[in-house]
């Protein structure tokens, strides 16, 4: 089913690469007005710069999110074009890759930074948001959880334990705020092939075409997800399609949480 977002603004952060770059681009097809978050702002603008070339129109603001930031700032600079926020994706997250992260590995930074970005930023600017679509009578909030948010990874558990705590705040903030007009829902995927995906393969010293058949034989669908597929679910749960929905995890994962993991990541690139 066709989405149109024409007159809406949406704030989507961490949107430079992956996943992100793909729901900002979503969006400004389905032609909203779209500003993203960037902790570098040449790679900001390179997305920018593609997109206006289409005929969308898009900002971009400098934000490092593993640091304490004013997100009331954020957020008024993404409604400062069209006088509004519609939609906020919270997708901007971070992952060690390069190593299998358990509780004895795990440093103080890396806890502190993804617990920072993953869910001290999800907090933050839902609440900017939430002020902002009181005051509207309408808004949609969708938060990019995991499917290691429903099942744990031992290699993974500062981001295991943070996507946990993002399903609990979806929840929670859908509950609060359903009486204001505010959907807020997540988004939960699985494997999904990006740049940052091959690159950890690459530095586990695994081929990256042999790593991504490895992490698809787990997958019941047998395949890893686009990072346009993901895109087209986001907008699906944040357009007026699914409008009756809230608090609701899609799971976005080819059916692995529908029988659960079999066995962590580690496990399958050692297959």
Not at 15 to 22: K, N, S, V
Not at 239 to 248: C, L, N
């Amino acid at each position: 089913m066709p989405v149109d977002f024409s007159g809406k603004a949406v704030l989507v952060t961490g949107a430079t690469r992956g996943i992100g770059t793909a729901i900002a681009k979503a969006f400004a097809r389905a032609g909203a007005h779209v500003t993203i978050t960037a902790r570098e702002l040449a790679r900001g603008w390179a997305v920018r710069q593609e997109l206006e070339q289409a005929g969308a129109t898009f900002d971009v603001i400098k934000a490092d999110l593993s640091r304490s930031l004013d997100y009331d700032e954020i957020v008024a600079a993404a409604r400062e074009r069209l006088g509004r926020l519609d939609v906020l994706v919270n997708n901007a997250a971070v992952i060690p890759r390069d190593r299998a992260v358990g509780i004895i590995e795990t440093t103080d930074d890396e806890w502190f930074e993804t617990m920072t970005v993953n869910v001290d930023a999800v907090f933050g600017l839902s609440q900017a948001a939430a002020r902002v679509m009181k005051d509207q009578g309408a808004g949609t909030i969708v938060n990019i959880s995991s499917e290691m948010g429903v099942f744990a990874d031992a290699v993974a558990i500062p981001y295991a334990v943070s996507k946990a705590a993002v399903i609990q705040m979806t929840r929670a903030m859908a509950l609060d705020l359903a009486p204001f007009g505010i959907r807020v829902n997540a988004v939960a995927p699985g494997e999904t092939r990006t740049a940052m995906m091959e690159e950890g393969l690459r530095a586990r010293g695994i081929d990256v075409d042999e790593g991504l058949r490895r992490l698809a034989g787990r997958v019941p669908l047998k395949r890893i997800a686009s990072v346009d597929e993901v895109a087209a679910s986001v907008l699906f749960i944040a357009s007026d399609a699914a409008s009756y929905i809230t608090g609701a995890v899609l799971a976005h994962d080819g059916g692995t949480t529908a029988t659960g993991p079999g066995g962590t990541v580690a496990d399958h690139l050692a297959d």
